[in-house]
């Protein structure tokens, strides 16, 4: 992973001459920043010797404090993250990044770390972009990075039952290949696919693109196991119980903060016959959306199903591979279907006759299969927009279906208020019978403080996502950027809830301390 930028260094592509007039005519992208500081020229603050009583746990060569590994393991991937270090700003780094090879190791670090007072973050891609994995180290004697990279392995597999048992530290691409293997697939391919985790799938409530398929991680998730100071948690004996409230829901999007998940059994599918992507072009966003909601609601259901706004569309960031290009009016819809040839061709067949009765115009193979083939590409535009003096960062929400068009346009608006001349993008992400998420795209230039203008206006968007009945977060967790807004979605006693899991699962307060979990006040 590019320390300094999204993925792939090789894969960094810059933005053509075209797109670069384009952002100067009409955001006022003028110039160029600084270039990023080279990797060799930062300096991390001294690293705490206290974390080297860890070797005791782990051994002395898993026990890693070198400048580059710990700039490596230093915050995530959000813009902000980004333009920190690329000035330069080490400040975060964790005092050294710890590299247990198995749950019991994992354990032994946690009850150590509680003991001595050390801060551990569980690090599994690096890919988080709302500030969950900058934890606030005032406090304690010092922060470690818990890198589950050696965690890497399918330990069972259940061809009966369908599931896998899949170890945390598995990052997604390996993770399909080892089950394509044995004939399957998790279907899970959220934009962070190439280099995030199972477990950080888990801990985030991720979801892919290919959701309304497969559904959404937290919903593959059949069994569990955790490793906390207290001890270990086992969780999910079957399918389904009443064996009172779920503790799986408990941990599935926790962040870290509760406990660190070793392992995950998740329910796989048998892979794919075939698969058949396709664009449809709609007049409207709102035509569109109801369209996507008829879909949703009443069936046959895509594996994938994406709607484009009029903006997103135009500038063609649909499909990311091809930015600049978009073609026409109106809004793309990308309609995938996968699974057994007779069914593929049955929902989309049915599809087909939906889209149609509410004025969707097919556009053929080709969009659709440019945007699989591009489906993982976004991030490496943001880097190229930066690299010209554009700020460019994403946010989300999801809703009932009914408070939708308020909803979108509430940030719509929003967005453009506190960020003038900028350019506003929105998409439908994953639909579900109820409701559906939001993803918006906003394009501005840096300008002399981008921190604080993007500070001063997510907070105003999280106001007004509020206002319209939106969830702060649909699938990007809630770290940093979010907790302050947990009270304001769960109420006051529900944070006291969390509050005091967290005190009996981590008495110390040393599982990723400032994410998730608001502090107490007063």
Not at 77 to 82: A, C, G, I, M, V
Not at 153 to 159: F, K, L, V
Not at 299 to 319: C, Q, Y
Request: proline share 7%.
């Amino acid at each position: 992973m590019r320390w300094d930028g999204w993925g792939d260094p090789d894969r960094a592509t810059p933005l053509p001459a075209s797109v670069v007039g384009l952002l100067r005519e009409l955001l006022g992208v003028r110039a160029d920043p600084a270039p990023p500081v080279r990797l060799e020229e930062m300096t991390p603050p001294a690293p705490n010797p206290a974390v080297r009583v860890l070797a005791e746990t782990v051994g002395p060569d898993w026990v890693v404090s070198d400048d580059e590994t710990r700039i490596r393991h230093t915050r995530g991937k959000s813009t902000p993250d980004l333009l920190r270090i690329r000035a330069g700003d080490a400040s975060a780094a964790p005092d050294a990044v710890v590299l247990p090879a198995d749950h019991e190791q994992v354990l032994a670090v946690l009850e150590r770390c509680s003991r001595e007072r050390v801060a551990v973050v569980p690090f599994g891609g690096g890919t988080s972009v709302v500030g969950g994995l900058t934890a606030a180290g005032e406090g304690f004697a010092g922060v470690v990075a818990l890198d589950l990279r050696r965690l890497d392995r399918i330990t069972a597999h259940d061809t009966v039952s369908r599931t896998a048992t899949l170890q945390a530290g598995l990052r997604a691409p390996r993770a399909e290949a080892l089950l394509a293997e044995r004939g399957f697939t998790l279907g899970h391919y959220p934009q962070s696919y190439e280099w995030a985790t199972i477990g950080g799938f888990a801990a985030t409530r991720s979801s892919g693109q290919a959701s309304a398929g497969y559904g959404r991680f937290d919903e593959m998730v059949a069994g569990l196991t955790v490793a906390t100071p207290r001890g270990t948690l086992t969780l999910g004996r079957a399918p389904r119980s009443a064996a009172g409230p779920d503790l799986r829901e408990l941990v599935l999007g926790s962040e870290g903060a509760f406990g660190v998940i070793t392992d995950v059994t998740a329910r796989v599918c048998p892979l794919p016959e075939t698969r058949r992507y396709e664009g449809w072009r709609f007049p409207t966003f709102a035509e569109g959306t109801a369209a996507v909601r008829a879909l949703a609601q009443d069936g046959p259901l895509p594996t994938v199903l994406r709607l484009s706004d009029e903006t997103e569309t135009m500038i063609g960031l649909a499909r990311p591979d091809e930015i600049g290009e978009g073609r026409g009016d109106g809004c793309l819809a990308v309609c995938g279907y996968e699974g057994h040839r007779e069914d593929v061709a049955a929902r989309r067949a049915g599809a087909h006759a939906v889209l149609t009765a509410h004025g969707g115009e097919p556009l053929g193979d080709a969009p659709g299969e440019s945007w699989a083939a591009g489906r993982f590409s976004a991030p490496y535009l943001r880097d190229a927009l930066l690299d010209v003096g554009a700020f460019a960062e994403t946010l989300e929400t999801a809703g009932f279906w009914s408070v939708l068009p308020r909803l979108a346009e509430s940030v719509r608006q929003t967005l453009s208020r506190e960020l003038p001349s900028s350019l506003v993008m929105c998409h439908i992400s994953h639909v579900y019978r109820d409701g559906a998420s939001l993803y918006f795209t906003v394009v501005t230039a840096q300008g002399d403080d981008p921190l604080g203008r993007w500070r001063h206006a997510k907070a105003a968007v999280g106001d007004a996502i509020i206002e319209a009945g939106g969830t702060i977060t649909h699938h990007h967790g809630v770290g940093t950027d979010h907790r302050d807004r947990l009270a304001d979605e769960i109420g006051p006693l529900g944070v006291d809830v969390l509050r005091a899991v967290k005190d009996r699962l981590d008495p110390a307060g040393i599982l990723n301390p400032g994410v998730l979990v608001p502090p107490a006040t007063g």
